[in-house]
């Protein structure tokens, strides 16, 4: 009889997980801002949750996925990897046609071969379209690039499908060794490339439509109640609601400390205590609860909602306290049942800083090079609309604290320096940097120059001379400040002509948000990282944004 009277004060305890003892009650809509609610915003799409009843107390995971009574609330990524799977067919059949169809020895090796009832050209059909397509669906599911972790956003996804190339390769080249098939490796190295073209170019398309269908509709996303106190629940509404198209929207805040922490402060989404977490996810919607911080401290209390959830359909993330740190730098050590977060130390030497840097001098030499013809029809138009200087240098802080005269094409009267102090009252930057959006010190030509960044183009010299990079924080004026705290963590590497900061938002940006990104680039730098951005330039450039 105890201990039957001991179980059920223990589910009781499970049931009233993070219930506040004290009897305030809900707190008031009044307190939720509705011009900055996303969840109010748009209509609520019901293709991401599902009204359900009260599910029974959980005993454990069912034995089978087959046999769960509630499904996951979260059915996005179902339609999202049917069609990728469809579409990783079709780009691998299209990679085998065109190598069969252009490549006269592809079907070389097959001549004098059968199997069963095939030989030769029915043969060689058969494994082109049949086996190598099925083969590689196999190896990708494998190499976990379904994995709805991994889908619609960051690197991850990307870097799994070259690891499925390369197996591929390998699981043919070894297959042909040991069947003594003298395979064409011309045609074997087509297919793979070609087939990891089509494979990065489809996931690159059906991520931007996924994007546009979060953006635009709120579709494909996540609806989120974030557990904790409320700076910890805000700092983490701030940090998922800056990218939209990571698919996180939060509709709620349970305060884990009570009503009286929030009393009077506005909040973006509506704010409750005293509530049942589960009667509170199926009441608005959600189909995630976000821990935050230090809501998950006490112990054996993680452990208790993870049970909780078990068998509801709820998904169930932890946001540490833990910001602006990227994923290769966190690995997950478990010890004795706790797992812990280990935190590697920014790579700022090796080869792959090595292979940077020698980038970084091909490229700007290369540059130069090849587009000499062009920045002379720039100097020429720059004399044409003001005489004067066609080079406008200014000394920068570099790396470690070194300073170096930048090269820029001079888009500003010659007296602008001197006209600059007649104009402090109406800069528009927060920062150390001085911004107009209309400046009158800027001439016409050169207002074009600043729209498309080609007055940027002329610091390949200081990229060839190893003062600044390709990619990294922008050098910023040696006589604005001294670069003291956080902001002098910037100095840790060489200044880029483009960056995080740029592809972000350039000038439209706060200093604080600025700084926050080339300190993210400077703890987070890698050589993908500083290809993607490269990439991300292209695309900012043509749409002028934050470009004055």
Same mark, same amino acid.
């Given at each position: 009889?105890r201990?039957?009277v001991?179980?059920s004060?223990?589910?009781?305890a499970v049931?009233?997980l993070f219930?506040?003892r004290?009897d305030?009650?809900?707190?008031s809509t009044?307190?939720h801002h509705?011009?900055?609610d996303?969840?109010?915003?748009k209509p609520v799409?019901y293709?991401?949750?599902?009204?359900?009843?009260?599910?029974?107390?959980?005993?454990g995971v069912?034995?089978?996925?087959w046999n769960?009574?509630?499904?996951?609330l979260?059915?996005?990524h179902r339609p999202y990897?049917?069609?990728?799977?469809?579409?990783?067919?079709?780009?691998?059949l299209?990679?085998s046609?065109?190598?069969?169809?252009y490549?006269?020895?592809? /079907?070389?090796?097959?001549?004098?071969?059968s199997?069963?009832?095939?030989?030769?050209?029915e043969?060689?059909?058969?494994?082109?379209?049949?086996? =190598?397509?099925?083969?590689? @669906?196999?190896?990708l599911?494998?190499?976990?690039?379904y994995?709805r972790?991994y889908?619609?956003?960051?690197?991850e996804?990307?870097k799994?499908i070259?690891r499925?190339s390369?197996?591929v390769?390998?699981?043919?080249?070894? @297959?042909?060794?040991?069947t /003594?098939?003298?395979?064409?490796r011309?045609?074997?190295?087509m297919?793979?490339a070609s087939a $990891?073209?089509?494979l990065l170019?489809d996931?690159v398309?059906?991520r931007?439509?996924l994007h546009?269908?979060?953006?635009?509709?709120?579709?494909?996303?996540h609806?989120m109640?974030?557990?904790?106190?409320?700076?910890?629940a805000l700092e983490?509404?701030?940090?998922v609601?800056?990218?939209?198209?990571a698919g996180?929207?939060?509709v709620?805040?349970? =305060?884990?400390?009570?009503y $009286?922490?929030?009393?009077?402060?506005?909040t973006?989404?509506p704010?409750y205590?005293?509530?049942?977490l589960l009667?509170?996810?199926?009441?608005?919607?959600?189909?995630?609860?976000a821990v935050?911080g230090s809501?998950s $401290?006490?112990?054996?209390?993680?452990?208790r909602?993870?049970w909780?959830?078990?068998g509801?359909g709820?998904?169930?993330?932890v946001a540490?306290? @833990?910001?602006d740190i990227?994923?290769?730098?966190?690995?997950?050590?478990?010890?004795?049942g706790?797992?812990l977060l280990h935190?590697?130390?920014?790579?700022?030497?090796?080869?792959g800083w090595?292979?940077k840097?020698l980038?970084?001098?091909?490229?700007?030499?290369?540059?130069?090079l090849f587009?000499?013809?062009f =920045?002379?029809l720039?100097a =020429?138009g720059?004399?044409?609309?003001?005489?004067g200087?066609v080079?406008?240098?200014?000394?920068?802080?570099?790396?470690?604290?070194?300073?170096f005269?930048?090269?820029?094409?001079?888009t500003m009267?010659?007296d602008?320096?001197?006209?600059?102090?007649?104009?402090?009252?109406?800069n528009?930057?927060?920062? +150390?940097m001085? /911004?107009m959006k209309v400046d009158?010190?800027?001439f016409?030509?050169?207002q074009?120059?600043?729209?498309?960044?080609m007055?940027?183009l002329?610091?390949?010299i200081n990229v060839?001379?190893?003062? +600044?990079?390709l990619?990294?924080p922008?050098p910023?004026?040696?006589?604005?400040g001294?670069?003291l705290?956080?902001?002098r963590?910037?100095l840790?590497?060489?200044?880029? +002509?483009t960056?995080?900061?740029?592809?972000?938002?350039r000038s439209d940006?706060?200093?604080d948000?600025?700084v926050r990104?080339?300190?993210?680039?400077?703890?987070?730098?890698?050589?993908?990282?500083?290809?993607?951005?490269?990439w991300?330039?292209?695309w900012v450039?043509?749409?002028? /944004?934050g470009a004055?």
């Open positions: 009889m201990a039957v001991a179980d004060r223990k589910l009781v049931r009233n219930r506040m004290e305030v009650g809900e707190v009044s307190l509705p011009v900055t996303s969840s109010r915003s799409p293709d991401s949750f599902e009204w359900q009843q009260e599910p029974p107390p959980s005993n069912p034995r089978s996925a769960r009574t509630h499904k996951r979260s059915r996005w990897t049917l069609a990728l799977v469809f579409l990783d067919l079709l780009s691998v299209l990679a046609y065109l190598a069969a169809t490549l006269e020895k592809s /079907k070389s090796g097959f001549d004098n071969r199997l069963l009832f095939l030989h030769g050209q043969l060689f059909s058969f494994f082109a379209y049949i086996v =190598l397509p099925l083969g590689w @669906l196999i190896l599911w494998a190499n976990g690039t994995d972790r889908l619609g956003l960051g690197s996804e990307f799994r070259v499925t390369v197996t390769v390998a699981a043919v080249s070894l @297959l042909a060794f040991a /003594k098939t003298g395979l064409s011309g045609t074997v190295a297919v793979s $990891a073209f089509f170019t996931r398309l059906a931007q439509v546009l269908a979060r953006r635009r509709f709120g579709h494909g996303a609806r109640v974030l557990v904790g106190t409320l700076p910890e983490v509404y701030t940090a609601t800056r990218s939209p198209a996180l929207i939060p709620a805040i349970h =305060l884990t400390d009570g $009286a922490a929030a009393r009077g402060i506005e973006p989404v704010v205590a005293t509530r049942d009667s509170l996810v199926r009441e608005v919607g959600a189909d995630t609860i935050c809501a $401290a006490e112990p054996g209390e993680l452990r909602l993870a909780q959830l078990e509801t709820v998904d169930l993330v540490p306290q @833990l910001t990227a994923g290769p730098r966190v690995h997950i050590r478990p010890i004795e706790l797992p935190v590697e130390e920014p790579t700022l030497s090796g080869p090595l292979a840097n980038l970084d001098r091909v490229a700007a030499g290369l540059g130069l587009l000499s013809p =920045l002379l720039i =020429l720059i004399k044409i609309s003001d005489p200087p080079f406008f240098r200014q000394p920068r802080v570099g790396h470690e604290g070194r300073t005269r930048v090269w820029k094409f001079r009267y010659v602008a320096e001197e006209r600059k102090a007649t104009l402090e009252e109406l528009e930057s927060d920062g +150390m001085f /911004k009158p010190r800027i016409a030509f050169g074009k120059l600043r729209a498309t960044s007055d940027e002329p610091q390949l060839l001379k190893g003062e +600044m990079s990619v990294g922008r910023l004026p040696a006589d604005d001294d670069y705290g956080d902001v963590r910037r840790l590497v060489r200044p880029g +002509m960056g995080l900061w740029q592809v972000s938002g940006l706060s200093w948000e600025a990104l080339d300190l993210y680039y400077v703890d987070n730098w890698s050589l993908t990282y500083d290809l993607g951005i490269l991300r330039t292209i450039v043509l749409k002028r /944004k004055y």
